[in-house]
């Protein structure tokens, strides 16, 4: 055996001895924990009321903690951005796809966009909301891309972009508005706050399906006008 | 008038500024430039509000939404936050004109939206009081540094970035996994209230455990440094500076602040155990910058060494010795972001970055070599710089305390870097031998430099007044006398 073998055996034992050892640890520490301190969740259900929506789930991540979502908001964008950066333009010419793929991707993608929206409509009193809503938008695009659909050109500059940051765009209006008329940041009046939320919502939702489904495609569209 | 500008929430304007200036940047990539200069320029006015705002109504906490905590979000301000929010404006302002003489047109168009919202990821990072909130800002931050560190283009910028990716993401998640562990035994995730609340359990040592090393992790303490060097050296030059000025402190704060509020009790075994990593990598990044052959190399590890500073107030956690500490940081910022950028200028005037070949740039860029050497000044620790100041009190504290090893380590560091500046000016002043073509290096981007180096050496004269701003709020205990 080679002396740079043998090291790096050496260097696996030891990693494998560093993993068990804290693979112990934090089981010793996860059987050892007493039964949750409760967490928030009658807080979240006291104030539920004044949050406009009566999904906790929906309440907490776009009202209570509604600032969270915002710069989850902002991760999603530069993640977009550092991939678009990295260059490599794909091959953007459209194709045409199979029979099946054509007849399928006509049937699911008006069927996916109308889930999108019942998903988004559904979270303010149960389970959905804008990132569900937005994934499976995301999907539809994915499956677009897939039979062959491309972007026309002209969009792809300056309103793709539009609602690519239509999202937090809007979580930073709908927070800052208020700001200006003397509320705090992100206080929205609860007589307001459902109608609000659902806005700031139908946008995240457009920004998180237009934005996986261009992540998929991995590089920055050419812009420009068609000929 | 002035009621009015203390009244107005800085916090959250210094969050939403930079946001909206990614946001307009990458909407209109044309007049990107122009753009970010403007944002740049609104941050640092909005960082002289909020320190006035401090210095009239002393520490703010600022609840999002109207909730306040442990329901909502609440944002803190302190002397501690305002020292490193004056340190982002400050090298923020710096890397911005930098930039603009320095990014080609299509680089600059990326460029510009991805360090808006670096920026805003930071002021976000040092304003916030939750924990949950401080790992999406972590997260938000991350992927912003290593877009940028990937911007360079190549085979190995993209491999360094990719490392610093996955680097980052172990210490995100380890971070969060910490996170859970105090959320589920306490029941919030408000500093503040954790503070009142958390005793000893296994469940706390963990998670004190999981969250240093991810932190520490991202922070690049010796021997978890080995991701460091590659990126800060491959990115652009902007972009190194601003890495090694501002991203590694980000994770830093999260520790200190996780250090004196939420975790005082356990600092006896693990904060010796810092301080010795903190010395090692004093003594092993000064002797591996001492023996690179290629300029930014050697000041990507000369961070790694300034790096280990930091850990040394761990033992000593005295006042004096976190201000020291602190003061260290803040000067670090400033000559490291100028000394890079000084690297860029070099590297963008001759084509390379060898030191043996930086045959009399002194004749040839004097402003570059001027900021190269105040910002060594400062590095070292020379007399009046701000890492003079720093280092004084870290020598006070350790003599005080009795723990004089720490003091030997100082001195021996301040050797060292004193060893591997001198040889690149050294270098600087040789015969050329070689007479090779000359790239145009534009005025601004030399007078960037020569200023933040400047400032770094000003530190020096102001610092009472700095210390009575770092101590609003009294984040680490009652004034140091000094």
Known sequence: MTANGQTGKTFRLLLVLLLTVMAVGLGYAVLELHSSAGGLSKQVATNLEASGVSNPVTAVLLNFRGYDTLLEMAVLLVALIGVWSLGGIPDYRESSPGPVLDTLSRLLVPMLILVAGYLLWVGTHAPGGAFQAGSVLGAAGVLLLLSGWRLEKIFAGLPLRVILILGLGAFVTAGGGFLLIGNVFMEYPSALAGELILMVEAAATLSIGVTLAALFLGGRPEAGLDK | ?482
């Open chain 2, 1 to 482: 008038m002035i009621g009015d500008i203390v009244a107005i929430p800085w916090v959250v304007v210094l969050i939403v500024l930079p946001l909206m200036g990614g946001m307009a940047c990458f909407l209109f990539p044309t007049i990107s430039k122009s753009l970010g200069l403007m944002t740049a320029l609104a941050i640092f006015t909005a960082v002289g509000g909020l320190s006035w705002q401090l210095v009239e109504e002393g520490a703010q906490r600022y609840a999002i939404g109207g909730w306040g905590a442990s329901l909502g979000i609440d944002l803190y301000a302190d002397g501690l936050s305002l020292l490193m929010l004056v340190m982002a404006a400050l090298v923020g302002l710096g890397v911005s004109v930098y930039s603009s003489g320095y990014f080609s047109r299509d680089k600059a168009n990326h460029f510009w939206p991805l360090w808006l919202f670096l920026w805003g990821a930071l002021n976000a990072l040092f304003l916030s009081a939750d924990l949950f909130n401080l790992y999406v800002t972590l997260e938000l931050l991350g992927l912003a540094a290593v877009a940028l560190v990937a911007l360079a283009g190549g085979r190995g910028a993209l491999t360094s970035a990719m490392r610093y990716l996955l680097v980052s993401l172990l210490g995100s998640l380890f971070y969060l996994l910490g996170v859970v562990l105090l959320y589920h035994s306490f029941g919030s995730l408000d500093i503040a209230i954790l503070a009142q609340r958390v005793e000893p359990s296994p469940a706390v040592w963990a998670a004190v455990g999981l969250m240093s090393v991810g932190l520490l992790l991202k922070t690049a303490l010796f021997p978890m440094h080995f991701w460091l060097p590659a990126a800060h050296a491959s990115a652009p030059a902007p972009v190194s500076a601003l890495l090694s000025a501002l991203v590694v402190k980000a994770s830093f704060y999260i520790l200190l602040r996780l250090w004196l509020e939420v975790f005082p009790q356990t600092n006896t075994a693990f904060s010796q155990l810092l301080g010795l990593l903190g010395a090692a990598a004093v003594l092993w990044g000064g002797l591996m910058a001492l023996r690179q052959t290629r300029l930014k190399m050697l000041i990507a590890y000369s961070t790694v060494a300034q790096l280990g500073y930091l850990f040394l107030a761990f033992p000593l956690a005295t006042s004096c010795a976190w201000t020291g500490m602190l003061y260290l940081l803040f000067s670090h910022a400033l000559a490291k972001a100028a000394m890079f950028m000084a690297a860029g200028n070099i590297l963008r005037y001759g084509g390379h970055d060898r030191i043996a070949d930086l045959d009399q740039v002194a004749q040839r860029l004097p402003l570059t070599l001027a900021a190269f050497s105040l910002a060594g000044v400062s590095i070292m620790g020379l007399p009046p710089s701000g890492g003079f100041v720093a280092k004084w009190l870290l020598l006070e504290a350790s003599m005080n305390s009795g723990q004089w090893w720490w003091a030997i380590v100082l001195i021996l560091g301040g050797l060292l870097a004193a060893a591997y500046v001198f040889r690149v000016i050294g270098y600087a002043f040789t015969q050329a031998e070689l007479p090779h073509e000359a790239g145009v290096v534009p005025a601004r981007m030399e007078w960037t430099a020569l200023v933040l180096a400047f400032v770094a050496i000003l530190l020096g004269f102001i610092s009472p007044a700095a210390f009575e701003l770092m101590g609003i709020g009294a984040p680490f205990g009652v004034g140091c006398a000094g």
